[in-house]
């Protein structure tokens, strides 16, 4: 019997781990990170308390693009907000109201001045390789 449930429980751990790569395209520099928050409700993304926070260097960037892959995520629904910190003090910085630095969203370009709802750019991880599109605005 014991050898029946190593094995269960192994598939169930392949199975349920994905990956997800990132497409970032529009970045207009070279300079500082890219800066990734990955939510999973309204509520978090109206409290601004993510799930968690990447930060990937822009090294691997041509033309504009990076790409981004993250192993092991787990099932479930997303939604990313990207900050390209151009500056890399780790917040958005603004001029007189409007943000200094771009800004971008998984599957969905913002194209208004408050907050987008979550249900805009929410994904769902569910057993498969997912891959994301998000362009950076700049205003």
Request: charge should be positive; hydrophobic fraction near 35%; proline fraction near 4%.
């Amino acid at each position: 019997m014991k050898t029946f449930i190593l094995p269960l429980f192994l598939v169930s751990i392949i199975s349920y781990s994905q990956t997800l790569t990132i497409n970032i395209t529009g970045i207009r520099s070279s300079s500082g990170s890219m800066v990734m928050a990955f939510y999973n409700t309204q509520e978090s993304f109206d409290k601004e308390k993510p799930l968690y926070i990447k930060k990937a260097t822009k090294t691997g960037m041509k033309n504009g693009t990076l790409s981004i892959t993250y192993e092991g995520m787990k099932s479930g629904i997303y939604g990313i907000a990207i900050l390209d910190d151009e500056n890399n003090n780790d917040k958005m910085d603004y001029g007189l109201f409007l943000p200094k630095e771009g800004f971008g969203f998984s599957g969905y370009y913002h194209t208004g001045l408050s907050k987008p709802p979550f249900s805009k750019f929410s994904f769902t991880i569910k057993n498969d390789n997912k891959t994301i599109e998000i362009k950076v605005r700049y205003l």
